[in-house]
């Protein structure tokens, strides 16, 4: 069965010009990741095929590099990311109530997406401010010495 080649000219054209800053073309294999995850939140099925035609790659090694990091996603996600340490000094400044609260103010578990797609909760290895945990990350900003109070007012900050 032939698969489609389901890329828009915008993407194949991103494509080729990455692929052009390097040597081997599967070293360009993170940065368009990335690209296609900015631009789609996540990576469907449906541009493995193509995007690994692109970089002389076999679909195994693509899918291969997209399980591998952790911020790579394979499926669809929120349009905020939460991810909430759960590394030893978080988990001796209790970090679990943190989680809690957040289970309870988004009605998901970690993992899992709220219907309306605004959170994706995640936990994650330390964010490197261990001495102001317990630390939590939404999206790109990182907040230290969260208490369960403050999360209200923090996930206010990014609903629509
Ligand atoms: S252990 Fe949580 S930030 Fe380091």
Same mark, same amino acid.
Request: hydrophobic share 35%; charged share 20%.
């Given at each position: 069965?032939?698969?489609? !080649?389901?890329?828009?000219?915008?993407?194949?054209?991103?494509?080729?010009?990455?692929?052009?800053?390097?040597?081997?073309?599967?070293?360009? $294999?993170?940065?368009?990741l @990335? #690209?296609?995850?900015?631009?789609y939140h996540w990576?469907p099925?449906? #541009?493995?095929n193509?995007?690994?035609?692109?970089?002389?790659? /076999?679909c /195994?090694e693509?899918?291969?590099?997209?399980? #591998?990091? $952790?911020?790579? #996603?394979r @499926?669809?996600?929120?349009?905020?990311?939460?991810?909430?340490c759960? /590394?030893?000094?978080?988990?001796i %400044? %209790?970090?679990?109530?943190?989680?809690?609260?957040?289970?309870?103010?988004?009605?998901?578990?970690?993992?899992?997406?709220?219907? %309306?797609?605004? !959170?994706?909760?995640?936990?994650?290895?330390?964010?490197? =401010?261990?001495?102001? /945990?317990?630390?939590?990350?939404i %999206?790109?900003?990182t907040?230290?010495?969260v208490?369960?109070? =403050?999360?209200?007012?923090?996930?206010?900050?990014?609903?629509?």
């Amino acid at each position: 069965m032939k698969i489609p !080649f389901l890329l828009n000219k915008e993407d194949q054209e991103y494509i080729n010009q990455e692929k052009k800053h390097y040597e081997n073309p599967k070293a360009a $294999s993170i940065e368009i990741l @990335k #690209f296609i995850q900015n631009k789609y939140h996540w990576i469907p099925n449906h #541009f493995i095929n193509p995007i690994a035609k692109i970089l002389h790659m /076999s679909c /195994s090694e693509l899918e291969e590099i997209t399980t #591998f990091y $952790s911020q790579i #996603f394979r @499926k669809p996600i929120g349009k905020n990311i939460i991810r909430y340490c759960d /590394s030893i000094v978080c988990y001796i %400044n %209790n970090y679990k109530i943190i989680q809690k609260k957040l289970e309870k103010l988004l009605q998901i578990h970690p993992g899992q997406t709220t219907q %309306n797609k605004q !959170f994706t909760l995640l936990p994650t290895c330390c964010l490197g =401010k261990c001495d102001k /945990s317990p630390v939590i990350m939404i %999206n790109n900003h990182t907040y230290t010495n969260v208490t369960p109070k =403050k999360l209200p007012i923090l996930l206010d900050q990014y609903k629509l």
